[in-house]
């Protein structure tokens, strides 16, 4: 198991909206793949503050398994509830999108939002990228 950092895509430097009690908003990162993922690897995404409500999660990824019967899932949630959100997801498999499965969810800690390898891949995929946007309203919105 290995630990990847996203990166941030555009905004401020601090993910829009944290802390600020301004209405929803929009945490976007993403990883590109230096390696083939393996089964509980974590790719971290944004941290959240403790009190936001998280209302929706698209997780977006090309194809992470080249196998001729794929078998990669993957799962979206905070730290403490790492499927929360997202449960074995199957787009990694041939690449896609999927959404959250239950929302909203309030976090009840400061937490980073993870995508998790919870199958591995038949055939992991040495090239290609994993997209996480969390919406969500800050605390005091």
Known sequence: MATFKATRVG????????????GLKAAV???????ALGLNDVIEGPTLQRGSVIVDVILSATDLDT???????????????PDGLI???????AGGVDRADTVPVTLT????I???VSAAPATGATTGTVSLTVMFLPPNS
């Open 67 to 81: 196998g001729g019967s794929p078998a990669i899932t993957l799962d979206v949630g905070p730290a403490s509830d």
């Open 29 to 35: 990162v993403e990883y590109s793949l230096g390696a």
């Open 11 to 22: 905004g401020p430097a601090v993910p829009a909206g944290i802390g600020d009690g301004q």
């Open 87 to 93: 449960d074995g997801s199957t787009i990694g498999q």
């Open 114 to 116: 993870n995508v998790t």
């Open 109 to 112: 800690a400061n937490e980073s």
